[in-house]
């Protein structure tokens, strides 16, 4: 259900073999309503990878199509962010190759937080399995995630943001 509510956010491809980029450019242009040119540049932590920033304005469904259209492409890593807006929380959706995807609810300050349902099961689960609480929500924070992703985020400090919005 489409909704008259406007949110922003940014696409952060960590690594993607270069192959690939044209195919992702298409793949995000065909989502966002527009033709998406990015800015390539290596990504050190692997060879013949290249990483790539971009900052969208939309509907807040867009989110989940973004990351539906990135997650046709096995071999990259990717967040995807959403800020909040009128009716909806913000959210932060991170996939690496071998962690899968994973998706966290954003607060208005940018703090995740843990829904109810999946704090009860967290206990559940340290109890059931024998883990330590702190570990359980450790992994359902994204703690694995943000582990694998930092090496990749920091080669990527002196990238520029670009801002492109939503036609339509």
């Not at 940014?10 to 990015?38: D, M, Q, Y």
């Not at 540049?41 to 939309?58: A, F, I, K, M, Y």
């Not at 800020?83 to 690496?96: A, H, I, S």
């Not at 190759?97 to 994973?102: D, N």
Request: charged share 20%.
């Amino acid at each position: 259900m489409a909704t008259s509510a406007t949110t922003r956010g940014v696409i952060f491809i960590h690594s993607t073999p270069r192959a690939l980029c044209a195919h992702l450019e298409w793949a995000l242009g065909n989502v966002l309503g527009i033709k998406v040119n990015l800015e390539w540049v290596d990504q050190p932590v692997v060879n013949q990878n290249v990483r790539s920033e971009l900052s969208w304005t939309g509907a807040p469904e867009t989110t989940e199509r973004l990351v539906t259209a990135l997650r046709a492409f096995p071999h990259i890593r990717f967040e995807v962010t959403q800020e909040p807006c009128q009716g909806f929380d913000g959210q932060r959706y991170v996939c690496t190759p071998s962690l899968g995807i994973l998706r966290t609810p954003m607060g208005v300050y940018g703090q995740a937080y843990v829904e109810e349902d999946k704090a009860r099961h967290a206990v559940s689960t340290a109890i059931a399995e024998g883990k330590t609480l702190t570990d359980v929500l450790d992994e359902l924070l994204g703690g694995p995630w943000d582990r694998e992703l930092e090496p990749f985020r920091n080669a990527s400090e002196a990238m520029s943001v670009r801002w492109l919005h939503q036609v339509g």
